[in-house]
Nanobody
Framework: QVQVAESGGGTVQSGGSLRLSCAAT????????MSWFRQAPGKEREAVAG????????LYADSVKDRFMVSRDKDDNTLYLQMNNLLPEDSAVYYC????????????????????WGQGTRVTVSS
């Protein structure tokens, strides 16, 4: 069984930085693709960044390109999301997901395509 747990959220001023972590355990073949999503109040869950761990190839939403960076530590099965130049519109609960049910990268943006989710970590950016 795959388990996922995020950490690292908090409150930061606009222009600041945060780094989120995602600890994932379970069969490695279920965790080949990993992704960060976020959900703001009243909005749908949206894909932020994803990674194919076989090749370390990454995907980003247009809204976070050049500001966010997804990476992973192979040794301890941890996924990171480095978020720089944060804006108030980045405020949301951020979720880590793995266990892609459909084809990468086409299915990456769809929350319904991911099997395993963490509980989320809240990021608040004040203006």
């Amino acid at each position: 069984q795959v388990q996922v747990a995020e950490s690292g959220g908090g409150t930061v001023q606009s222009g600041g930085s945060l780094r989120l972590s995602c600890a994932a355990t379970g069969p490695e073949h279920r965790r080949v693709f990993m992704s960060w999503f976020r959900q703001a109040p009243g909005k749908e869950r949206e894909a932020v960044a994803g990674i194919d761990t076989q090749f370390d190839s990454t995907l980003y939403a247009d809204s976070v390109k050049d500001r966010f960076m997804v990476s992973r530590d192979k040794d301890d099965n941890t996924l990171y999301l480095q978020m720089n130049n944060l804006l108030p519109e980045d405020s949301a609960v951020y979720y880590c997901a793995t266990g892609l049910l459909d084809t990468w990268p086409r299915a990456w943006p769809r929350a319904s395509a991911w099997s395993f989710w963490g509980q989320g970590t809240r990021v608040t950016v004040s203006s």
